[in-house]
């Protein structure tokens, strides 16, 4: 199966083409009865084929970052501090309906020497399987037609070990395993899809990015059905168009229009094949440049994700598709590189 992107942070305004796989958070669209009509709007002119509902982790790391108090009391959400349940994700869960959910997380913070970042998962260890236990407890009794992902908060390839083997001897029970992609690198991203495989998980979603490397990354794994489903989602699409960027079909890198705009409408636009390009134009009023270049970012990243897949039968062949289109930047002869310990796991 060709890998899936779930398009994140829609609005009734800006969203992705009817039919899209749908990404939203517990947060922002499902924990106040005014966020759920909404959620409901965009349900109804997306139709979604999948619709996922995040935990709100990412909500929680920036509190965190803040300073902000943290609590996680079942009794509701307060409006002056940050507070998130498991009872809170299932709820909210049943007022949406989701195909899938995530259960309650506590996002690592970024660390760089080697005893913070031990440290910083030492102290989230115990909350974030309790978390996951009490979530997937919830999930069989209550919504277990839904799928259950668990995220994994690890940033070492031992501290992944740790979790893994927690989360057995808890006995959790989940439909999937996403790896958020904050602190972690192509290297350390193939080790754990490895690991991952080897325990025959059946689903991976990469958490946070359609950033390019990452991409070729799970093309790969997906081309060689070392999963059953591989998934990742992206808030670019949105945030991007929002500020009038265009992203290049060819490697999602950004372009502001009004910077770019003769080698985006002369070159890049031409050459897209997205329906929405042909409405670029000079005259193009901001509210619709920014509707038009939403809709593109989405169909671009689709297209992008499905040629990686055609071009990942071998990894020569892979290589030569992405370092053609890739930039210096998007590193993604290290993506290349760290597909390599694959081959062990192929043969
Ligand atoms: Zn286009």
Known sequence: MALEIYFAAPSVTDCPHEGSKLLVNVIDYASTESRVN?????????????????????????????????????????????NLSPENIIEYSLKIQPDTIFSLDFPLQKRK????????????????????????????????????????????????????????????KFTGISIPSRNIDSDLLVRFLIRLHEMQIPWVHLLGSTRLSYMTILSYF??????????????????SGTKGKYLHPDNLNQFKFTDFSEYILARLSK?????????????????????????????????LAEKLYRNATSLDKLEKYVLRRGTVGQRVKQAIDALGMVGNVLN
């Open 271 to 303: 050459k897209c094949s997205c329906p929405y390009c042909k409405k670029l134009s000079l005259d193009n009023s901001q509210y619709q440049l920014s509707r038009i270049l939403c809709s593109h970012n989405c169909l671009v990243t689709e297209n």
């Open 113 to 172: 020497a080697k005893k913070e970042i031990q440290n910083e998962f030492n102290r989230k260890l115990q909350i974030n399987i309790e978390w996951a236990q009490e979530t997937s407890n919830l999930w069989k009794r209550h919504c277990s037609h839904m799928n259950l992902i668990i995220p994994v908060q690890a940033q070492t390839m031992e501290n992944f070990e740790w979790f893994m083997e927690e989360l057995a001897a808890k006995n959790v």
């Open 38 to 82: 909404m959620t409901k709007k965009i349900i109804e002119k997306v139709k979604p084929r999948h619709l996922m509902l995040d935990c709100g982790g990412n909500s929680l790391h920036e509190a965190e970052a803040k300073s902000n108090e943290i609590w996680s009391d079942p009794k509701g959400i307060a409006q002056e501090r940050f």
């Open 222 to 239: 997906s081309k060689h059905k070392l999963f059953k489903k591989i998934s990742m989602d992206s808030r670019t699409w949105k945030v």
